[in-house]
C-alpha cells in the first residue's frame, strides 16, 4: 500500500522539482545560493537519515526505497547549480564520479551510528516514527525559507515541502 501511495505522491509533490535555477529576476545571486546550500544540507540529512534507516531494517526496503528515490530527487534538484562538491546526495561508491551520489540506487552508507548520527530505533515502527519526525523537520525548514526565497527557488521549496508532508503521512500510515 505505502509504494502505490508513494508513487501516486510522487507524481503531484515532485513535478516542480526541476529546479533548473533559472532566472529569478533581481533576486540576490549570494542569497539564493545560501538558501540552496541550506536547503540541500538539510534533505541531504533526511537522505542520511533513510540510508540509516534502510540498513537497520532491510526488510522494509520496500516500503521506503520509494520515498528515499524522492528525497534523493530532491537533494538534486536543491543542489542544482551549486558547487559540485556540494551536490553529492550520499556517500556510496563512486562518490566521487559526478553526481553518483543522487542515485537512488546508490548502495547506503554505514549505519549512523558508524557515521556519527543518530542512531536508528530498534523497532521498526519507532524507526518509522523517527523518520517521519525528521521529514516534519526538514519540511518546516523549507516552508520557513520560503519568505526568503526567490519565486522559482520557493516554487521548487514549496514542493518539496509537500513532499516531505505527505511523506510524513504516508510514513504514519506504515509505522
Request: glycine share 14%; net charge negative; proline share 7%.
Given at each position: 500500500?505505502?509504494?502505490?501511495?508513494?508513487?501516486?505522491?510522487?507524481?503531484?509533490?515532485?513535478a516542480?522539482?526541476?529546479?533548473?535555477?533559472?532566472?529569478?529576476?533581481g533576486?540576490?545571486?549570494?542569497?539564493?545560493?545560501?538558501?540552496?546550500?541550506?536547503?540541500?544540507?538539510?534533505?541531504?540529512?533526511?537522505?542520511?537519515r533513510?540510508?540509516?534507516?534502510?540498513?537497520?531494517?532491510?526488510?522494509?526496503?520496500?516500503?521506503?526505497?520509494?520515498?528515499?528515490?524522492?528525497?534523493?530527487q530532491?537533494?538534486?534538484?536543491?543542489?542544482?547549480?551549486l558547487?559540485?562538491?556540494?551536490?553529492?546526495?550520499?556517500?556510496?561508491?563512486?562518490?566521487?564520479?559526478?553526481?553518483?551520489?543522487?542515485?537512488a540506487?546508490?548502495?547506503?552508507p554505514?549505519?549512523?551510528?558508524?557515521?556519527?548520527?543518530?542512531?536508528?530505533?530498534?523497532?521498526p515502527?519507532?524507526?518509522?516514527?523517527?523518520?517521519?519526525?525528521?521529514?516534519?523537520?526538514?519540511?518546516?525548514?523549507?516552508?520557513?525559507?520560503l519568505?526568503?526565497?526567490?519565486?522559482e527557488?520557493?516554487?521548487?521549496?514549496?514542493?518539496?515541502?509537500?513532499?516531505?508532508?505527505?511523506?510524513?503521512?504516508?510514513?504514519?500510515?506504515?509505522?
Open positions: 500500500m505505502l509504494a502505490g501511495a508513494a508513487g501516486l505522491a510522487a507524481t503531484g509533490t515532485t516542480g522539482c526541476s529546479g533548473d535555477g533559472g532566472d529569478d529576476g533576486a540576490d545571486p549570494a542569497r539564493t545560493e545560501r538558501l540552496r546550500r541550506r536547503a540541500a544540507a538539510e534533505s541531504r540529512a533526511l537522505l542520511r533513510y540510508d540509516a534507516t534502510i540498513a537497520a531494517h532491510p526488510g522494509q526496503v520496500t516500503a521506503l526505497g520509494p520515498l528515499r528515490a524522492e528525497v534523493a530532491h537533494v538534486a534538484a536543491l543542489a542544482r547549480g558547487p559540485a562538491d556540494t551536490r553529492a546526495a550520499s556517500p556510496g561508491p563512486g562518490a566521487g564520479t559526478e553526481g553518483s551520489g543522487d542515485r540506487d546508490a548502495a547506503p554505514p549505519p549512523a551510528e558508524k557515521r556519527g548520527g543518530e542512531a536508528v530505533p530498534a523497532d515502527a519507532e524507526a518509522f516514527a523517527a523518520l517521519a519526525t525528521a521529514e516534519k523537520r526538514t519540511a518546516d525548514a523549507h516552508t520557513a525559507a519568505a526568503a526565497a526567490p519565486g527557488f520557493a516554487g521548487l521549496l514549496a514542493s518539496v515541502a509537500a513532499a516531505g508532508a505527505a511523506h510524513v503521512y504516508l510514513l504514519g500510515t506504515t509505522a
